[in-house]
């Protein structure tokens, strides 16, 4: 038997003997496992998609980092950070996968099925000038080294340095640097 999220994406294993009521209620570390998945889903998966994953393998690497999350808390293991241990975990696993299939972190498959993740203005005119203006930073951000890149990403999804520096295996101090660069590159591209 399996418990599903809110929005049906998540199984949760149900295993028999460890509740000993027949009923199928969630348990409150299943429901916080559901909870995670909700908030987080979405911003992990514009993550894995920058590495070059279709949108169906970045959904099955998210439906395999919240199982993990899920037998993580279970065996009683730190809480501390979950998001950042969320990240970190997608990480890893996003590039196994990507490794796996040989893909070159420089193609960015479906990209259009990344796009549908974004807001786009509402009107025509406004589409076209922020289309416009997208490419631009793209090709600059596309042009960036893979560690900057990443560094980038993960900023933009809301982690803090400390996280940035713990999913990537690097000093504060190399985020700091990375992120400036990134940053100065994409506001000269900006201007231009």
């Given amino acids: 038997m399996f418990l599903r999220s809110a929005d049906s994406s998540l199984p949760l294993p149900y295993v028999e003997g460890e509740n000993s009521r027949e009923s199928?209620?969630?348990t409150r570390l299943e429901e916080e496992v559901v909870r995670l998945f909700d908030e987080f889903r979405n911003p992990l998966l514009r993550y894995l998609l920058t590495f070059g994953?279709?949108?169906?393998?970045?959904?099955?690497?998210?439906?395999?980092v919240f199982l993990a999350l899920f037998l993580h808390l279970r065996r009683g293991?730190?809480?501390s950070n979950l998001r950042g241990w969320i990240f970190r975990v997608g990480h890893n696993m996003a590039l196994k996968q990507r490794?796996?299939?040989?893909?070159n972190l420089a193609h960015f498959a479906e990209m259009?099925?990344?796009n549908q993740y974004l807001d786009t203005g509402p009107d025509p005119e406004e589409q076209m000038t922020s289309a416009q203006r997208q490419l631009r930073l793209q090709n600059v951000v596309q042009s960036l080294p893979e560690l900057d890149r990443c560094c980038l990403y993960l900023r933009a999804e809301g982690l803090r340095y400390r996280e940035?520096?713990?999913t990537l295996g690097m000093s504060l101090g190399g985020i700091s640097l990375?992120?400036?660069r990134?940053?100065?590159?994409?506001?000269s591209a900006d201007r231009g």
């Fill in 24 to 26: 199928s209620k969630p």
């Fill in 53 to 64: 994953l279709t949108t169906h393998d970045g959904e099955e690497v998210v439906q395999e």
């Fill in 77 to 79: 293991k730190s809480r």
């Fill in 99 to 103: 490794m796996r299939q040989y893909r």
């Fill in 112 to 114: 259009d099925t990344a």
């Fill in 164 to 166: 940035i520096a713990e």
């Fill in 178 to 180: 990375s992120l400036g």
């Fill in 182 to 187: 990134s940053l100065a590159k994409l506001r």
